[in-house]
């Protein structure tokens, strides 16, 4: 009798050991919690130990000294593994613009026994077309739908950023776009990826999209889909930076959006948290998404003492999608 055997992509992450805490924290804010640890420095003490109880140390045991140290995590081979790969190279990319001394290594990906280009060429057979809600299907370029499909075709590829609609927390988003989102809304994406959920916005009725990402590949990538999806560029305006360190950006993404949407890890939604108000309308909607379950009190407390209340909690597997919308200050 045939079992069901989970195949997994072997990730190495090249780091330091001053960064190894910085790189697991960073993965357990994307749902990674299990980690292999090669640690050049414990090598090194291993062998500079002059009380070892040990007359030699195997060949292969040696090359380690030289490979560096690493981070190791290991990833299902099935429809989201490009996703959480990229989700991973993004958390390092948001890394290493925190770190211009490069005291964390060089924080980068390599995939073992799989070369970079095959992945990207053969992890497209896992993207057929999606459902979600009851308004949306989500299909990649390749793929094709019938011609008397009823719902409202999003056409995403995902190239370097995160957003294929293939994962718990985008599905939650969309869902509550569907939800919330009316005719000739103004959108705000933070953080947007791929661009999926600000040009689901756009899809389900909102008249503009203001979308903004740290990473310069995702913002490329959300332009691109924003075209793969006819969407007209002078309704669509994309920023690259900060909205936490970068009072100009936050100055040009303006205010008085009618939706804001972020689908982001929790530490950066909390550091996000105190600006959100300034960029809502008063009787606006603020969604938030990417949050594992062990830190959902914790988000929606940050998020509630910075003027919000929470309208709605959703949940699927381990991850949490919050509604708010702004108290209200008025007296009786």
Request: aromatic share 8%.
């Amino acid at each position: 009798m045939s079992e069901n055997v989970t195949e997994w992509i072997e990730v190495h992450i090249k780091t330091s050991t001053a960064g190894i805490e910085s790189v697991c924290g960073r993965l357990m804010n994307i749902g990674i919690s299990g980690f292999v640890i090669e640690d050049a420095e414990d090598f090194k003490e291993f062998l500079n130990d002059k009380n070892g109880n040990w007359d030699y140390v195997d060949d292969e045991l040696l090359k380690l000294k030289n490979r560096g140290t690493k981070v190791i995590v290991y990833i299902p081979n099935d429809e989201l593994a490009a996703e959480n790969i990229n989700a991973v190279k993004s958390e390092l990319r948001t890394l290493k613009d925190c770190d211009p001394d490069c005291k964390y290594g060089e924080l980068e990906v390599e995939l073992n026994n799989i070369a970079e280009e095959d992945w990207a060429n053969n992890w497209r057979k896992f993207f057929k077309p999606l459902t979600v809600g009851d308004k949306l299907i989500i299909k990649p370029s390749w793929e094709k739908v019938s011609a008397d499909e009823s719902r409202k075709i999003l056409e995403i590829d995902p190239a370097s950023s995160f957003g294929t609609g293939q994962h718990d927390t985008t599905q939650l988003c969309l869902e509550n776009l569907e939800k919330y989102i009316r005719k000739d809304d103004r959108i705000l994406d933070l953080g947007c990826g791929s661009g999926i959920l600000g040009i689901a916005g756009m899809i389900l009725g909102a008249s503009c999209l203001t979308a903004v990402d740290i990473d310069a590949n995702a913002v490329k990538t959300t332009k691109e889909n924003i075209m793969k999806n006819s969407i007209p560029f002078d309704c669509v305006h994309t920023f690259c930076g900060d909205i936490v360190s970068d009072s100009e950006l936050r100055r040009k993404i303006g205010g008085e959006y009618n939706v804001i949407v972020a689908n982001i890890v929790s530490d950066v939604l909390i550091a996000m948290s105190r600006f959100f108000k300034g960029f809502l309308a008063k009787d606006g909607v603020l969604i938030v998404s990417g949050i594992i379950k062990q830190r959902k009190n914790e988000v929606i407390d940050v998020i509630e003492e910075c003027g919000f209340e929470k309208n709605s909690v959703i949940e699927s597997e381990e991850w949490v999608s919050v509604t708010f919308s702004q108290k209200d200050m008025g007296g009786g």
